[in-house]
């Protein structure tokens, strides 16, 4: 009697522990949940603060090479057009001198008020050094143009202040307005210089 009685008390008391272990283990499941649930808004925040971000950054570059290819689109034109203005000084000759000048003087003007003004527009206020290999062979072309022009019609060469000063009537004043840059002023002047060297190996052979 004495052995069974000592055995359903061990069993008493096992069953105790066992409902004390599980309502324990069931007090930390039940924190543990709570804490995650407390902890979850912070990580959504956080993963939400990244999209937004990321979303942020996709929006800027977007934009970005929005710009570009309308930097690009404009700087062709230049290139194109002022290619235009060199063939017409290429054509000057003694008969013929101020018709060709005159002719040539309108379209570089057309050249800087609806193609350079473009770039100025796109460009002007900011980081333009950035966007430089997007416009770069316009501006050079654009040089070339009207360093060649002016040297044929004046003798002198047109150097880089009086070019971008040239620029500043289209700028806003308010912004920072687009600057040529001294490497594209060389290159193009460099063209100008050879376009020169031919068109006066032309006239010494129709001598």
């Not at 002022?82 to 000048?101: C, T």
């Not at 050879?194 to 129709?206: G, M």
Request: hydrophobic content about 40%; aromatic content about 6%; charged content about 25%.
């Amino acid at each position: 009697m004495l052995l069974c009685s000592s055995s359903a008390a061990i069993r008493r008391i096992s069953v105790s522990w066992l409902i004390m272990a599980n309502n324990s283990n069931f007090k930390s499941h039940r924190l543990s949940r709570s804490e995650s649930s407390t902890k979850r808004p912070g990580t959504m925040s956080t993963h939400s603060s990244l999209k937004d971000a990321f979303s942020s950054y996709a929006d800027h570059l977007n934009a970005l090479n929005e710009k570009r290819e309308r930097i690009v689109k404009a700087s062709r034109d230049v290139t194109m057009n002022s290619k235009k203005v060199i063939f017409q000084v290429h054509r000057i000759s003694k008969a013929n001198r101020e018709e060709v000048l005159e002719k040539a003087e309108k379209d570089l003007a057309a050249v800087r008020d609806q193609h350079i003004s473009r770039l100025v527009k796109e460009l002007q206020g900011t980081d333009f050094w950035k966007l430089r290999r997007a416009y770069s062979p316009g501006v050079q072309e654009y040089v070339e143009a009207a360093t060649f022009f002016k040297f044929c019609q004046t003798g002198t060469l047109l150097n880089l202040d009086e070019i971008n000063a040239s620029l500043l009537s289209l700028s806003d004043p308010s912004l920072e307005p687009l600057q040529i840059n001294l490497l594209d002023y060389l290159l193009g002047v460099d063209a100008s210089i050879l376009c020169y060297l031919l068109l006066k190996a032309e006239a010494d052979e129709n001598i």
